[in-house]
């Protein structure tokens, strides 16, 4: 089946022109007077017709509804949102028209409750078909590439964006989420052949220009599609998962219950699971924030505010849950906890609460102190301080003018020693582990290499072990990704330094393959991770 993003690059986007010029032509206000009138009668059928025929097939390409949601193409603007408010009259709007081009409209719809007033861009293409209302980010479609894997389209802007790593793990981690969550095989064969849509944006400021607001990434539930800079974006993959294999579920959910479950199953932006618990333990054990933060949408993007620390806690307290009541009563607490914007955002932590400790059968208090538990019981899953006893299989040995680095093989972990040569030895640097970058696609270059080491040209570096005497880190290059991580100060009682010497381990399964199969040296770096 040919990509509907395809046939936008082909048949419209191209002739996109550069800045703004005085409004001519059509008059879009008119139409999308007409289209507001219609979702105001209830008309979804009359309002469907406003968009692109092009959009209307890839939003229902893949058969994701939702719960009480009857008109999918818009669902999560500001405009559907307070369309109770415009039908009762408590809100109003009003709209700015400018021209793009020959063929693109741009409308701002501001919406005005006794609150706030909110702005929101709509955008029409005038093509063969007529004058529709399009998606934002297939302004910004032309001059791509594609490349098809088993279950995805990728459009990309140049070749130093993939990896064959990369693009295979997209394909493998998004089936087996997907059979986790209970996908069946028809399922699957459905994404084969109609394909999951995702752009491969090289910037963050791209990322942003493509959704609107600032973003690293993004499941686009209208459409059902992934825009992200990531490849693969773990995280928005599995709110892709969630959405495919879920039946009945509302647009909308307790924030922690979803986020925890992408968490869960991806990690989050830049950052695998196994990062995370450190700063949920770190948070509680502080008393910074308690686990009924997370609980309602006021304290998790309000009081909390950061992701730093909302998603590590919703992560540890999902992770309870599911080990606990198992995915299936996860899943079923997700279904119970979603609904409308209006629902979400009028429960109360109690009434989160009451839902939590009705399924479950236990206290409030019985939940949280299980949370913290298994959470302070493993902070850092797969780097900690100290090497296991035993010499184990040398499979590094090298150093600098100011100290030995060794790393050892014993019982599933790598032991690193970092030794001094002298009392005023600074150790501080990283250990660069190079491969092969793929045979298909071996033009990659890391966009976080290049953050970390801007002086050095990356050449087929696949990992690094990042240390200084406060912290370690392995990172993931061929995914862009912070893999595994150890902060001393969130580790209290712990000693990272002995002596002079820094000594830690981390899982062998940490790097896909064994670390003899690598190239290894050290590279000296300031300390800015």
Known sequence: ????????????????????????????????????????????EGAAQFWHPQYIETCNRLGITYRNVPYKYDCTSPLLQNMASIRDGSASWTTTQTMLGPQHYKLILKIHTPERTV???????????GTHLIPRFWLHLNNLSVVKTRYFDVFYRNESQLNDFALFDLDQYTELTLMKLGASKKMLETLKEQRIEYYLAVTENEVSELLGF?????????????????????????????????????????????QGLACYFGGRFGQSKEVMPQIANFTLANDIYDLGDVLTIGGFHTKIGSIDFSYPLSLGLVETLTERYNIKGT???????????????????????????????KTWSEIEM????????????????????????????????????????????????????????KIEGAIVIKGLVGNTHNEFKSFLWNEQFPDIPYINQLYSIRYNPDEIGVYDYLTNRLVAKYVLSFDNGNKLVNEGEIS??????????????????????????
């Not at 702005?119 to 078909?129: G, K």
């Not at 800079?229 to 959910?253: C, I, K, M, V, W």
Request: proline fraction near 5%.
């Open 214 to 258: 600032s973003s690293r990434g993004m499941f686009f539930a209208p459409s059902d599609i992934i825009i992200s800079r990531y490849l693969p974006d773990y995280h928005e993959l599995a709110l892709f998962a969630l959405s495919y294999t879920q039946d009945n579920l509302g647009l909308y959910t307790a924030p922690f219950i979803r």
């Open 504 to 529: 830690f381990r981390f899982r062998e399964n940490t790097l896909r393959n064994h670390i003899s199969s690598y190239h290894c040296h050290i590279v000296e770096t300031p300390n800015d991770r």
């Open 331 to 361: 899943l079923k607490l997700l279904s119970d906890l979603s609904g409308s914007m209006t629902d979400v955002a009028g429960w109360t932590s109690d009434d989160v609460k009451a839902v939590i400790t009705g399924f479950t059968g």
């Open 370 to 425: 299980f949370s913290k538990e298994k959470i302070a019981s493993d902070p850092f899953p797969n780097l900690k301080p100290g090497v296991n006893p035993g010499s184990g299989q040398t499979v590094f040995e090298s150093g600098t003018i100011d100290y030995l680095a060794r790393i050892t093989l014993n019982e599933g972990w790598y032991n690193v020693k970092l030794i001094p040569h002298s009392p005023d030895s």
């Open 1 to 44: 089946m040919k990509s509907n993003l395809a046939t936008v690059l082909i048949a419209s986007v191209l002739i996109l022109a550069l800045g703004t010029v005085q409004a001519t032509g059509r008059d879009v206000k008119a139409l999308m007077s007409s289209y507001i009138d219609a979702l105001i009668d209830e008309d979804y």
């Open 119 to 129: 702005s929101y861009d709509y955008f029409f293409l005038d093509d063969s078909t």
